[in-house]
């Protein structure tokens, strides 16, 4: 597979560490009423899809950016990549 | 019909004509007592133990494609017990138990070999741990054996054990484990299920749950639906597909595994070979291909076909300890598609709705927990507890924090 980096161009997909689903980003409110119901389903549930799927992908050997990667799981086909930062920032995540 | 030599001769002296399929092709029927979904080695198995060790009648397996088309039919057919944690441990040891009497009860050739096992050791450190492992192996009623570097030597005279990285320095030996014949396993358990009574229904896809008020009643399929007091699913790769139909989200993340078999060789290769540091291992089949293989290729997929990154870094570490394999051609590869679970550990427990069962969460060793996954099915779905090996695969223990991480890796499903 072969990972469009937004800054540095197609990557292989060897150079990245996997992290999974990009829902990751969304990490609960610790002083939430329901926080440990919310923290379990964060840690340990997943919506595991088959078809389009965001997913955290770390270029380790290279710029060591976090990307959010949209790929197919039955194709392995990827249709968008994004900088995490980016992606963290549009969704309220700029402190 | 039994097979046996004598039936053999018989069928050898007059032309083959007495053998029958090894199963009916069963068409559904409107309701049953328990409905299994999925026709791989785990649902066949809880099938054959509902009947045979529980008394159970009225029973289906459903299947979407064929019986065996699945992991039970992809993998590379190691068995072995060689567990550390009491949550694990018991549990594979009782498969074990099962395989070694297993052809005799199912009256069926599934050419258990128990040809053994060998983990390699590089440093101290790891011969600490394996020593460990080996001890609570022991305690747990199986064997284990340490191994020296020369008995190595002698046992497997090919091997590279001076590679500059990963020297061989020992190796913690399973000698009761093994190698089965998977496509077997599966048409074995079939066979011994369906002469029990058990429809095996193939071609026949899970498309939904009939749920009201908190109580599964049955399953919608492609052939119509079909009623049962009581549903098992044991689809392993697919197992986060099905139950979101339940509206369930599971503890667990589709990988793919892949295998490799060479071309067939003169023996080489006695025994099972791990090297987990190098990410790979091998035995030999009984037609004579080496089939290999390592990790998982790391990201989600349901593509039953993986990438090359993972096929050289197999073929790496191939090479470092087992120069000889690089004169092979290979023959084959294929992937499968697996349900790696946050701790690693596989899943068999009720679900929040009552009367639906799960099983699943087997990562890429699910081939050797067969008979016992089948068996703790079994016991779940008749009695409604655990089967006492299997007490500690319950959904709770995330939320509980009572993890069984044998490789001590935290929620990532893919480092398991
Ligand atoms: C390459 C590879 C190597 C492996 N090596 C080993 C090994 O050496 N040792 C070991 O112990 N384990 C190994 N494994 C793991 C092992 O194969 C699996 O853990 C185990 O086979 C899973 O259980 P199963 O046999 O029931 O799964 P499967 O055979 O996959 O059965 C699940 C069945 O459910 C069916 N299904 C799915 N969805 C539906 C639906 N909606 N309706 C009806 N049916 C459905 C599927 O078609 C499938 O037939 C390996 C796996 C792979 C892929």
Redesign the interface.
Same mark, same amino acid.
Do not use: C, K, V, W
């Given at each position: 597979?072969i990972i469009d980096h937004p800054l540095l161009g197609p990557r =292989? $997909? $060897?150079e990245f560490? *996997?992290?999974? =689903?990009a829902a990751l980003i969304d990490r609960p409110d610790p002083e939430a009423e329901d926080a440990a119901q919310a923290f *379990?389903?964060y +840690?340990? #549930?997943? =919506?595991?899809? +088959?078809g389009w799927?965001r997913?955290l992908w770390f270029h380790e050997a290279g710029d060591r950016s976090w990307l959010v990667v949209t790929?197919n799981? #039955?194709?392995?086909e990827i249709s968008k990549v994004e900088l995490a930062r980016d992606v963290a920032r549009s969704r309220g995540r700029s402190r | 019909m039994r097979y046996s030599g004598f039936r053999v001769l018989k069928e050898a002296l007059t032309g083959h004509k007495g053998w029958r399929p090894a199963w009916r092709d069963a068409a559904p029927r409107p309701a049953y007592d328990i409905v299994i979904i999925g026709g791989g080695g785990h649902g066949l198995a809880t099938a054959h133990y509902l009947a045979r060790e529980f008394g159970q009648s009225r029973i289906a397996v459903l299947e979407k494609g064929w019986i065996g088309g699945g992991n039970v039919g992809r993998n590379t057919t190691i068995i072995r017990s060689n567990y550390l944690l009491d949550g694990n441990e018991p549990f594979y040891e009782f498969s074990l138990k099962l395989w070694e009497g297993l052809e005799q009860v199912l009256n069926y050739n599934a050419m258990v070999s128990q040809r053994g096992i060998l983990n390699l050791i590089h440093s101290d450190g790891q011969r600490d741990a394996f020593t460990r492992r080996g001890n609570a192996m022991i305690l747990n009623g199986a064997d284990a054996d340490m191994l020296s570097l020369a008995e190595i030597k002698k046992r497997y005279p090919f091997l590279n054990t001076a590679d500059a990285r990963f020297p061989i320095k020992g190796g913690l030996a399973q000698h009761r484990g093994g190698t089965v014949r998977h496509d077997a396993v599966a048409w074995g358990y079939a066979r011994s299920a369906d002469s029990r009574g058990v429809d095996i229904i193939q071609n026949c896809k899970v498309t939904g749950f009939r749920i009201e008020n908190g109580v599964c009643k049955g399953v919608e399929t492609t052939r119509g639906y079909i009623a049962a007091t009581k549903v098992g699913c044991a689809v392993a790769g697919h197992s986060? @597909?099905l139950m979101?139909l339940a509206n369930m @989200?599971?503890?667990?993340?589709?990988h793919v595994l892949q295998a490799f078999v060479s071309e067939g060789l003169k023996p080489v290769l006695p025994g099972v070979i791990t090297f987990g540091a190098g990410h790979f291992y091998c035995s030999q089949s009984d037609k004579g291909g080496l089939v290999f293989g390592g990790d998982i290729d790391?990201?989600?997929?349901?593509?039953q076909r993986g !990438?090359l %990154?993972v096929v050289e870094d197999v073929c790496e570490g191939a090479m470092a300890i087992f120069p000889m394999l690089g004169r092979a051609r290979l023959l084959r590869m294929w992937g499968g598609i697996m349900d790696m679970s946050?701790d690693g550990s596989p899943i068999i427990d009720r679900t929040h709705i009552d009367g639906l069962y799960f099983n699943g969460g087997w990562c890429y060793g699910g081939f050797k927990a067969t008979p016992a996954s089948g068996f703790a099915f079994a016991h779940l779905l008749a009695t409604d507890s655990p089967h006492p090996t299997a007490s500690a695969y319950r959904f709770d223990r995330? @939320?509980k924090g009572r993890m069984i991480d044998e490789k001590g890796m935290g !929620?990532? %499903? !893919?480092l398991h």
């Open positions: 597979m =292989d $997909s $060897s560490t *996997y992290m999974g =689903d *379990y389903e +840690a340990y #549930l997943r =919506d595991n899809p +088959a799927h997913e790929r799981t #039955l194709t392995h | 986060s @597909r979101s @989200r599971l503890p667990i993340e589709s790391g990201y989600n997929s349901y593509a !990438n %990154p946050m995330f @939320r !929620n990532q %499903p !893919n």
